[in-house]
């Protein structure tokens, strides 16, 4: 290891600038040294039995559930959000980190699987076998929930796991990493690795077996360009631009307070945020009233009586007042909030209506507390407009007659019915996007298979019926073995 001195960061409270915690940069040769150990560790993790992990898991999970005042406060200090925001965040995350841990073994255990007729004498199985070491780099929007949703099921799985938190939430990683370290001593099976982006690049070229990464599009595609010289493979989880759509027949009170939590809950700031609403002709000027009416009370700030916390990223207040400003210029009007309720640190809830559909709050991630919504004729009209955009993450539709033949239409990873983000509470949900919003899943049973590779064994268990795979294989042989195949394919 170098004998540099050590080269250190802040993370900053976003609502004041002060400093919360000071740590390291982890140079390129110290993420190497740390992916060595882990290499090491993967070795004894996956010589657990399920059963050994999971009670390992399980006793993680306790020591997460009896401090979760202690971490919900430092998300808090880290993120700006609310403190009750922080902590329904740990709480679904320890509902995924207990199902990983309980089916692992069900998942992933060796099963028997049929051979087939021309293959009778045969016996077959398929396991699932962890991949080694997987690196995961997390978000700093939900610094507990998301990358837990990885680092959970790749342990599950049997890997050890080198962790990378964003740079603005660096100390909840380290406590996540120091509680594990307290159930699992023998070993540094889960480690952590602070920095900037150049950290983040050094483990993608540090020849870990595969990368998880929660980010924007934009640093996804850099991801994926530093594990392209080692081929690792990678499990991108990116941006949104999440609609909710709202037929004539749906509950407009419940549409609007759900468009509301969707699109201002953590500032906005999240993934699968709504950012787009549509709405049906018949129900537009009553959805907007109702809408308008409730979020009449709702309040940015870094007081407890905020309901919305400050901007985390110092830099985004600017996209978001970009992105509001260009709409009104075209013609949108914005009927709560607008241009003025864009502050340096704390951005007022705005719900824009009557938008461009090329501007950029309707095609862009604008990842603020904004919500821009437009009238539709139909929803048919709704799911063109919804499908049209390059991404495809989650999604909700709120409607009596046909909630689940629209939600089967949007073209999205997910989409909740008559409800938003729920859908990431259910652990056996498989969650992620497609297009430009990622590839790969966590959480549920492809969560789990995420990180292992299929192994199949074929084994003899019977004398061979017909001697295929021989040089000594006879003309009888074929002539039997083309008129078994005409009888079973012709």
């Excluded at 398929?126 to 610094?143: A, H």
């Excluded at 909840?172 to 370290?181: E, K, N, Q, S, T």
């Excluded at 499908?387 to 409607?399: E, M, Q, T």
């Amino acid at each position: 290891m170098s004998t540099e001195a050590v080269v250190t960061f802040d993370s900053l409270d976003p609502a004041t600038g002060d400093r919360v915690g000071s740590h390291a940069v982890h140079t390129a040769e110290q993420v190497l040294d740390t992916v060595a150990r882990a290499r090491e560790a993967a070795v004894w993790w996956a010589g657990l039995s399920f059963a050994e992990r999971a009670e390992r898991l399980d006793r993680w999970r306790g020591i997460i559930a009896r401090r979760l005042p202690q971490l919900a406060e430092l998300s808090h200090a880290e993120t700006g959000k609310p403190t009750s925001d922080a902590q329904l965040e740990i709480v679904m995350a320890l509902d995924h980190l207990a199902w990983a841990a309980k089916n692992a073994r069900k998942v992933l255990g060796r099963k028997r699987v049929s051979t087939g007729l021309m293959a009778v004498d045969l016996g077959a199985s398929v396991e699932y076998l962890p991949l080694g070491v997987i690196g995961v780099i997390g978000p700093w929007n939900f610094p507990v929930f998301t990358p837990m949703g990885s680092i959970a099921y790749a342990l599950a799985a049997g890997n050890a796991v080198v962790f990378k938190p964003s740079e603005y939430t660096p100390g909840v990683g380290a406590w996540l990493v120091d509680a594990f370290a307290q159930v699992v001593p023998e070993h540094p099976v889960l480690q952590l690795v602070t920095g900037l982006g150049e950290t983040g690049a050094a483990l993608c070229r540090s020849g870990v077996d595969k990368i998880a990464f929660t980010g924007s599009t934009a640093t996804a595609k850099k991801v994926l360009s530093a594990c392209a010289d080692t081929l690792t493979p990678v499990l991108v989880e990116a941006g949104g631009k999440d609609v909710l759509l709202v037929d004539a027949d749906a509950d407009l009170e419940a549409a609007a307070a759900a468009a509301l939590w969707g699109g201002f809950s953590n500032a906005g700031q999240a993934c699968i945020g709504t950012e787009r609403v549509y709405v049906h002709e018949r129900v537009y000027d009553d959805f907007v009233a109702i809408l308008t009416a409730q979020a009449e009370n709702l309040r940015a700030g870094s007081d407890p009586e905020a309901a919305i916390g400050p901007m985390t990223m110092p830099t985004q207040p600017r996209v978001v007042a970009e992105h509001i400003a260009d709409a009104v210029r075209r013609g949108a009007r914005a009927v709560v909030g607008g241009p003025s309720g864009v502050g340096d640190r704390v951005v007022q809830p705005t719900i824009l209506v009557d938008v461009p559909e090329d501007a950029p709050a309707m095609v862009e991630e604008t990842f603020g507390p904004t919500l821009a919504v437009n009238r539709v004729r139909d929803m048919d009209a709704a799911i063109e407009l919804t499908n049209a955009s390059r991404y495809g993450l989650g999604s909700a539709v709120f409607a009596k007659r046909r909630g689940q033949e629209l939600a089967r239409r949007i073209r999205s990873g997910m989409t909740g019915v008559n409800l938003v983000y729920l859908f990431a509470a259910v652990p056996a949900l498989p969650f992620g996007g497609v297009g430009d919003s990622g590839f790969g899943r966590i959480h549920g049973p492809d969560g789990l298979k995420e990180f292992t590779y299929a192994k199949s064994v074929a084994y003899r268990r019977l004398p061979a019926v017909l001697e295929l795979t021989s040089f000594a294989r006879t003309a009888a042989v074929d002539k039997l073995m083309a008129t078994l195949t005409v009888l079973r394919h012709g």
